[in-house]
């Protein structure tokens, strides 16, 4: 799904507004002119509107939850890191997006209009998370085998069956 908006083109159409594709939102957009092909940051191009988007952050202590604003078109991926407030500029305890929510499913990245719910943990709470491969186990001393409370080793009562 692509943006479009229609605006002059500095190239082929500077008094007639024409189709454009908007390839990059935020503070310097980018567009691409459907007529002639030219990519620039137009000049009168409307700031995007903002998106409120719940944060549902799960602490080890205590879990709560935000709203986050965003700009309408920013795509979000998971294990990006973002700032719950960062108009006061407050740097400390970013957290680390663990998976984004689109209706009922979880998916990798989506844009901020798309989502319903951001789920995150603080970063300071994630010792090796972005590390970790996938598939990983949790490693096992198989050298010096337990044995089991309840289980014991052959018994000399019980003799073994053998084929002839």
Known sequence: MTQETRIECPSCSPEEKVQHE???????????????????????????????VKVFVNRIERPFRRW?????????YENDEIVL??????????????SLQVGVKRVPSAKAEEIDTIWARPLDEIPFAKNRKVGQKHPVN???????????????????????
């Open 22 to 52: 908007i390839l990059k939102l935020g503070k310097n957009p980018l567009v691409l002119c459907q007529e002639c092909g030219l990519v620039y940051v137009p000049q009168n191009i409307e700031t995007p509107e903002k998106i409120s």
């Open 142 to 164: 198989l050298a010096k085998p337990k044995t089991m409370i309840g289980i014991s080793g052959p018994s000399k009562g019980i003799e073994t069956a053998q084929e002839s």
């Open 85 to 98: 407030n960062p108009a006061t500029g407050d740097q400390e305890n970013p957290i680390v997006i663990t």
């Open 68 to 76: 986050i604003k965003l700009d309408a078109g920013e795509v979000l």
